[in-house]
């Protein structure tokens, strides 16, 4: 239950009535309450998944990455590799984060696999 009170003043300014507004929010606090859990699922699932995971733009700045991933690279921190840029400090081949980009914005199908090569951290491209 939530109550909203408010007080209606006479033209003196004097309080002349009380109103009380009461709503059942059971149904939004339902919501709320399952909006929580899938969020706190789906991030369980990212955190707790084995291999790497990140969200980033098209320019290559990581947004978010998993431990698995931070763990995979060699980096100490989700904010030290935060700072990294993936076509020139993640990625063994630039052009491999621009294909890869390329293929998930045009939703270019892919035939069979493809194995990817990434830097741990200070590694030297080759």
Same mark, same amino acid.
């Given at each position: 239950?939530?109550?909203?009170?408010?007080? &209606?003043?006479?033209?003196?300014?004097?309080?002349?009535?009380?109103? &009380?507004?009461?709503?059942? &929010?059971?149904?939004?606090?339902?919501?709320?309450?399952?909006?929580?859990?899938?969020?706190?699922?789906?991030?369980?699932?990212?955190?707790?998944?084995?291999?790497? &995971?990140?969200?980033?733009?098209?320019?290559?700045? #990581?947004?978010?990455?998993?431990?698995?991933?931070?763990?995979?690279?060699?980096?100490?921190?989700?904010?030290?590799?935060?700072?990294?840029? #993936?076509? #020139?400090?993640?990625?063994?081949?630039?052009?491999?984060?621009?294909?890869?980009?390329?293929?998930?914005?045009?939703?270019?199908?892919?035939?069979?696999?493809?194995?990817?090569?990434?830097?741990?951290?200070?590694?030297?491209?080759?």
């Amino acid at each position: 239950m939530e109550s909203t009170a408010s007080v &209606i003043r006479n033209a003196k300014g004097a309080p002349e009535k009380f109103v &009380i507004v009461n709503r059942d &929010i059971t149904e939004r606090k339902s919501a709320q309450e399952a909006l929580r859990l899938a969020n706190s699922d789906f991030k369980s699932v990212v955190e707790d998944a084995p291999y790497g &995971i990140y969200r980033s733009n098209s320019e290559g700045q #990581l947004f978010r990455v998993n431990p698995a991933l931070q763990r995979m690279l060699g980096y100490g921190s989700s904010a030290e590799l935060l700072k990294a840029n #993936l076509p #020139l400090d993640v990625f063994k081949l630039p052009g491999e984060f621009r294909t890869l980009n390329r293929r998930a914005h045009c939703y270019i199908p892919t035939q069979g696999t493809k194995q990817l090569r990434f830097k741990a951290k200070n590694q030297v491209h080759n």
